[in-house]
């Protein structure tokens, strides 16, 4: 558990200090790039080498977790409140209201997921972390909100939800005391093994060109650019790779730890 | 009784432990015998370490559990047996009839196909026709009517009672010489219970099997049981034949379980009540299910039940009578298709949603299984508070004392703290009768409150029920299979039989001189924790059945 809030807590301060950290070991500045050196290995002052740019490796990915991490969380907190919102009225609502809901959902659901990201972005114009965050946080919330519905049912039929009824209790207070603390447990679980996969998700766009684009820079867009050197110049791709991984490891870790911390029943 | 010259299952100083450093040791070194021929009871409360001792014999225990001690069973030792020996040891030489008979089954394939399955997994050798027959021969064995027809149906079409003869008949399918039945008949109707009583006890003393039952209810031990073993925290406290551990308890423990078996006519005469009020006026209620597309099903069907302030109302069926129902109807959780409910002279079918909740608060309820009805995220005093607080409109310092009030009036002070998963299932129950009655209600509704509960739980929190009642002089609806239980409770009593009222009146009225047919059949299937009466009554229904 502590080792996985340590990882955590140091790539958020590469997110929060880029140039602190990117300065370590002599050369901070990602965009001071020297194509002499292009696709270099390990150099005094440059320990993880150079991109295909010249660019220094360590500085680019120090400077790529801010951009990363707050697509992962940010694109996972936009779907976890679309999710949870309609997840709660399809569960709760009545028939009509969950057909709609239903429906919509699958609509979302069946909607192949890059050709709409590809639309859209392509129609934004813009793509920076936050419009990268808001495409990949609106298509990524209809499996939660599925999860979130089949939860909150089962939940409103257990007794202590018909004991809170049956004490005369007003509706919103037992949807926030009774039925959405026993009902988002699973919820909760599925977006911290989101947020991982919402980093992989913004790399994968961007290896496809609609993600970020130059000069942002991301983890995605260096595992994307190296990955197309990877047969002449794999050391371009561990680094950023290695600390993709560690992010989705600890945030699932934590995830976890969270949600059993929460849960009196898991209390000694 | 005992054939002392070779028992078919002998266990000697048999200890289970669970989990490692430190191993946690649940069954202290017990010593059991059942010959060929016996029914010999292991009697205990939950957690006393009797279903784990009896799974030890089959060595079906979960992972992580250590077993010491001595298993012979039928001349080969049963903790030596490698993993091959274990599976032909099951089934062919002891075979276990499971407690709850629908979740046993397989739901996606027929009854047939099923018991064909068990038949053929001993005896590979038999053809498909062979085993056909044999099937239907087991199913006639366990008295199954039209067993040709049952083979096409499949479990969900078929009652408790029947599942659990096709239960027994799977396990007879290798002609084992031990049954092992864990609580066979918990989850059946009284009624059914007995037929299914007959069938074991057949079984055992006419066919020369052993048969091993496990159970927490003195009336079935009374009914069949040669010998009696009981078990107290992992350890034997006393043993002896069904008559001497009845007639002469040596121990208090037993004698303690004894007691707490409530019977039907310990009670002595207890006054009517007379009042002209009402605190519950049910009129011609009818409640359906279904609609549309299915079929409908009419669960109650033209009832009349009424609650006067201060009154104890039992409400007793077996299952699908609509006793729930009924109390669910008068909550709003159930769907009135006709007739009237009146709660304190207010009707609850045809106020506005406001008025109903109003309506609500003057309505406690009591639900079966405490496990499920508290919110688990909430402690003891934040579940008694939340009325309080909610409805009523308490803060601070009177919110805490109403709620150390009503947790004394249960018995429940000082675990104010606690969550609903630290306490016991008897505690969890008091619980909900502290929130029920934090508002004051006029009605209370309980149904089967204390069936999920042991027996000697289930006195104590008898007892909580009726001093709160007394204290606080609401009028009950008290909703229970148990006759014994009503009788222990209730002032009146309303007999329910599929959806209508068969018979109605004083409890010593209708429960020691019933009226209707079906009421006595009622009272004569409920066991009663007496060997002498049952044996009596065994040999009248057999009787009466040849």
């Known amino acids: ?268 | 009784m005992t054939d002392a010259s070779t028992p078919l299952l002998t266990i000697r100083d048999l200890r289970v432990t669970f989990g490692s450093r430190p191993a946690h040791e649940v069954v202290h070194g017990i010593d059991l015998d059942v010959a060929g021929g016996e029914v010999v009871a292991l009697v205990g409360e939950s957690g006393s370490g009797k279903s784990v001792s009896a799974m030890s014999i089959l060595r079906l225990l979960p992972e992580g559990a250590g077993v010491t001690g001595s298993i012979r069973l039928d001349g080969k030792d049963v903790l030596a047996m490698s993993q091959r020996e274990l599976r032909s040891m099951r089934g062919n030489t002891a075979a276990l009839i499971s407690q709850d008979p629908i979740a046993s089954l397989n739901p996606v394939f027929t009854i047939g196909f099923q018991v064909v399955e068990a038949v053929r997994a001993h005896s590979s050798r038999l053809s498909a026709k062979e085993a056909r027959r044999r099937a239907i021969e087991l199913l006639t064995l366990v008295e199954i009517p039209e067993p040709e027809l049952r083979m096409k149906q499949y479990p969900h079409e078929l009652s408790g009672g029947q599942c659990q003869r096709v239960g027994i008949a799977m396990a007879l399918a290798a002609d084992p010489q031990l049954l092992i039945a864990d609580e066979p008949t918990t989850a059946l109707d009284v009624t059914i219970q007995a037929e299914i009583l007959d069938v074991l006890s057949r079984l055992g003393r006419e066919q020369g099997r052993g048969v091993l039952l496990i159970t927490h209810d003195m009336g079935v031990v009374a009914d069949i049981a040669d010998r009696v073993l009981v078990m107290h925290q992992g350890a034997l406290v006393e043993h002896g034949t069904t008559q001497s551990i009845f007639d002469s308890p040596q121990r208090d423990y037993t004698r303690a379980l004894l007691d707490a078996v409530p019977r039907i006519g310990r009670r002595g005469p207890s006054p009517a009540p007379v009042s002209a009020d009402r605190a519950l006026e049910i009129s011609g209620l009818v409640v359906e299910y279904g609609g549309r597309l299915k079929r409908t099903v009419r669960a109650v069907d033209g009832v009349d039940v009424h609650v006067r302030p201060g009154e104890m109302r039992g409400l007793v069926g077996e299952s699908g009578s609509g006793k729930s129902t009924i109390g669910r109807a008068v909550i709003g959780a159930a769907p009135i298709t006709a007739g009237h409910v009146a709660v304190n002279g207010r009707e609850v079918t045809s106020a506005t949603p406001r008025q109903r909740r109003h309506a609500r608060q003057a309505i406690g309820v009591v639900f079966q299984n405490p496990s499920t009805s508290l919110n688990p995220r909430y402690t003891v005093a934040q579940t008694v508070a939340e009325p309080l607080t909610q409805v009523e409109g308490l803060r601070g310092a009177a919110v805490k004392a109403r709620v150390q009030e009503l947790l004394e009036a249960v018995r429940l002070d000082g675990h104010a703290d606690h969550y609903g998963h630290e306490l016991s299932g008897g505690q969890k129950q008091r619980v909900a009768i502290a929130r029920a009655v934090a508002l004051r209600p006029t009605l209370l509704i309980a149904d089967e409150p204390t069936s999920a509960l042991d027996v000697s739980v289930q006195a104590q929190v008898l007892d909580v029920f009726r001093d709160v009642q007394r204290e606080m002089g609401f009028g009950c609806l008290f909703i229970s299979h148990d006759l014994a239980v009503i009788d222990e409770l209730c002032d009146t009593v309303t007999v329910l039989h599929r959806g209508r009222v068969i018979e109605e009146g004083h409890r010593e009225q209708v429960l020691t001189h019933p009226s209707a047919e079906y009421t006595r059949r009622l009272l004569a299937a409920a066991p009663v924790p007496d060997p002498s009466v049952q044996a009596q009554r065994r040999a009248q229904r057999l009787a009466g059945a040849a």
């Not at chain 1, 991109?51 to 790529?64: E, R, T």
């Not at chain 1, 808001?134 to 990524?140: K, N, S």
Request: hydrophobic fraction near 55%; proline fraction near 5%; charged fraction near 10%.
């Open chain 1, 1 to 268: 558990m502590w080792i996985a809030t340590s990882v955590l807590a140091v790539l958020l301060l590469f997110a929060l200090f880029p140039a602190f950290f990117a300065g370590l070991f002599g050369n901070g500045d990602p965009r001071a790039c020297d194509l002499a050196h292009s696709a270099e290995g390990p150099a005094p002052g440059h320990p993880f080498g150079y991109d295909l740019q010249g660019c220094d490796i360590w500085a680019n990915s120090v400077y790529g977790a801010q951009s990363s991490i707050t697509v992962g969380f940010l694109a996972t907190a936009i779907a976890l409140g679309i999710a949870l919102t309609l997840g709660t009225l399809s569960g709760l609502g009545g028939r009509v209201v969950d057909w709609i809901v239903q429906r919509v959902t699958e609509v979302f659901l069946g909607f192949p997921f890059l050709l709409a990201a590809i639309v859209v972005l392509n129609t934004l114009g813009a793509r920076n972390v936050w419009t990268v965050s808001l495409v990949l946080g609106v298509f990524g919330w209809p499996t939660m909100a599925r999860l979130m519905r089949a939860s909150v049912r089962s939940v409103r039929h257990s007794e202590y939800v018909l004991a809170a009824r049956t004490m005369g209790l007003r509706l919103p207070r037992i949807i926030k005391r009774y039925v959405l603390p026993n009902a988002i447990q699973p919820v909760f679980v599925l977006a911290t093994i989101s947020i991982g996969m919402v980093i992989v998700a913004e790399s994968t766009l961007t290896y496809l060109g609609i993600g970020l684009s130059s000069p942002a820079i991301s983890w995605g867009l260096q595992i994307a650019a190296g990955s197309r050197i990877f047969q002449t110049a794999p050391h371009v791709l561990v680094l950023p790779s290695v600390m993709l991984a560690l992010t989705v490891l600890s945030v699932v870790a934590i995830g976890e730890e969270l949600r059993s911390a929460f849960d009196p029943r898991e209390r000694r």
